[in-house]
């Protein structure tokens, strides 16, 4: 079982890279992040002929936005308000798997970024974004058996939080930027904890091993500057961390043609 998640930056602009991405990577789930696209302008066609048959949106326009494709039948579709926004920012969708019979939920998010202060008395989003991450921590730390169904769980997407001083070029130079302060990094390692959440990349790429999934676009050589940060995330339940026999970000994915400035990040289940 192969799954990839992705911030796409527009679904429909960058559909010939979603459809290189299902050709080589050949993922059996795709989560997709800030499709900004409304549930009635998906692309559902060029999905389909991609070979993803169950499709799971929750978009709106412009803005935000997630995506789960699939090749195998999603069950029980359901999403999360948090915060009352009424953002397009959690999808959930339930698996079984044709060999061994386990299920596992799925969560696809994507989390606010938190604008550019750091401060939530006077940066509405940083305060948003904080919110969120308070209400993640309370849903992880409550028995609501939406966040398991029947079986196992993974928690995906981009949750625009580099949480551990390898996790960004450069600890001391963005401990006061939005994405690595540590009132953003305390709640989301408490998310984690929450829950009893696995950080599968992690588990195959352990600390000090730098590791980052986005590059700014701001940068004119992003390779060579390689100054990173890891905001992508996949965690499973811990029943399902010891399946996991690969993780990998697909760093090439960057340089591609009008690419996202996000990487993929694709995890295996062996014997799942």
């Not at 195998?72 to 079984?96: K, Q």
């Not at 606010?112 to 940066?123: F, R, S």
């Not at 730390?141 to 398991?148: N, P, V, W």
Request: aromatic fraction near 8%; charged fraction near 25%.
């Amino acid at each position: 079982m192969r799954i990839a998640s992705w911030n796409i930056n527009s679904v429909r602009l960058r559909i010939d890279l979603v459809a290189r991405l299902a050709a080589e990577a050949k993922p059996d789930v795709l989560c997709l992040q800030e499709t900004k696209c409304p549930d009635d302008r998906f692309p559902h066609k060029a999905v389909r002929a991609m070979g993803f048959e169950h499709v799971a949106i929750h978009g709106q326009k412009g803005y935000h936005g997630v995506a789960i494709l699939s090749r195998l039948p999603l069950e029980d579709v359901h999403v999360r308000d948090f915060c009352a926004m009424g953002d397009s920012r959690h999808l959930a969708a339930s698996v079984a798997s044709p060999q061994s019979g386990r299920r596992m939920r799925i969560h696809n998010f994507y989390v606010p970024a938190g604008g550019d202060e750091p401060d939530a008395t006077v940066n509405p989003k940083f305060a948003h974004k904080l919110s969120f991450v308070d209400e993640m921590i309370a849903w992880f730390a409550s028995a609501d058996r939406e966040l398991t169904g029947d079986g196992d769980a993974l928690m995906l997407g981009d949750l625009n939080i580099a949480p551990h001083p390898d996790d960004v070029w450069s600890h001391r130079k963005l401990l006061n930027v939005v994405s690595h302060t540590p009132g953003e990094t305390d709640r989301l390692l408490a998310a984690q904890d929450a829950f009893g959440w696995v950080d599968l990349v992690r588990q195959h790429h352990p600390v000090p091993d730098k590791l980052y999934t986005w590059w700014s676009y701001r940068a004119r050589d992003w390779e060579a500057a390689d100054k990173g940060r890891r905001l992508d995330h996949v965690w499973g339940s811990p029943g399902l961390a010891p399946l996991c026999s690969r993780a990998e970000v697909l760093k090439d994915a960057r340089g591609w043609e009008r690419p996202s400035d996000h990487a993929p990040v694709i995890v295996d289940l062996a014997g799942w």
